[in-house]
């Protein structure tokens, strides 16, 4: 069974600012996707950014952006120029190739102040 | 075009009633999966359907069951409740993958919360 661990229940960041997310995960498997979704107080989840295993290049998406390290488990997401609608909770997920059934950590509460 | 819809928005049930959750999908995505949100905790997959079959199912009890129906919307159904099952409960939609072809992600719809008094 695949684990994932999200150690920061909360953080927050001054808008402009750049603020970094980590997730662990734990799979037996070498075919996977990692996700970070965002849900913001009005409950919405969305997709934020995906990342491919067997791909080395790591993930961008505007001012998104991931930091994965395959050998080490760990799959960080990195918010540059945070804006005040970046607070949410993150969450940080995994799955084979079946999106449907995907693993999520527990979240991090992310606030950006003015 | 519209998302995915979830029915009810809220929702209070006493212990030991049923509750019957309904969810339809992006038109077009025949694969629906439910998850459970514990507040505090993240979504907990319960079961996925893909054309009218279940292809999976997490670690719940059996007082926890769904179908799909041929419109490829779906119910989630929950009998006997418990105080413990008060959530939300998150439907997400996603596309079927074409053999070879890119990676779909799964939609998530705004879900139902379920208070359990």
């Known amino acids: 069974a695949q684990t994932v661990t999200q150690s920061q229940p909360e953080m927050s960041v001054q808008e402009a600012e750049t603020v970094t997310l980590s997730c662990t995960y734990d799979?037996?498997?070498?075919?996977?996707?990692l996700f970070w979704y965002k849900q913001p107080p009005s409950r919405q989840m969305i997709l934020v950014i995906r990342q491919e295993a067997y791909k080395q290049q790591n993930a961008t998406e505007n001012r998104f952006s991931v930091n994965f390290q395959k050998a080490a488990k760990s799959f960080s997401l990195k918010i540059s120029d945070s804006q005040l609608g970046d607070t949410a909770m993150y969450f940080c997920?995994?799955?084979?190739?079946?999106?449907?059934?995907?693993?999520f950590g527990d979240g991090t509460t992310l606030t950006v102040k003015p | 075009d519209a998302g995915v819809t979830q029915s009810p928005t809220h929702l209070i049930k006493t212990r030991g009633q049923q509750v019957t959750l309904r969810c339809s999908p992006i038109?077009?995505?025949?694969?629906v999966s439910w998850y459970q949100q514990v507040l505090g905790q993240g979504p907990q997959f319960i079961f996925q359907y893909y054309e009218k079959e279940e292809r999976g199912r997490g670690n719940f009890p059996d007082r926890f069951s769904a179908r799909q129906f041929p419109n490829y919307s779906s119910e989630l159904n929950v009998n006997a409740l418990l105080l413990g099952d008060s959530a939300l409960y998150l439907c997400?939609?996603?596309?079927?993958?074409?053999?070879?072809?890119?990676?779909?992600?799964?939609?998530f719809g705004p879900g139902t919360r379920l208070t359990v008094l």
């Open positions: 997400a939609s996603r596309p079927r993958r074409l053999a070879g072809g890119p990676y779909n992600e799964q939609f």
């Open positions: 799979t037996s498997e070498n075919n996977y996707y």
């Open positions: 038109s077009g995505h025949k694969s």
């Open positions: 997920a995994f799955s084979n190739t079946n999106a449907g059934k995907s693993t």
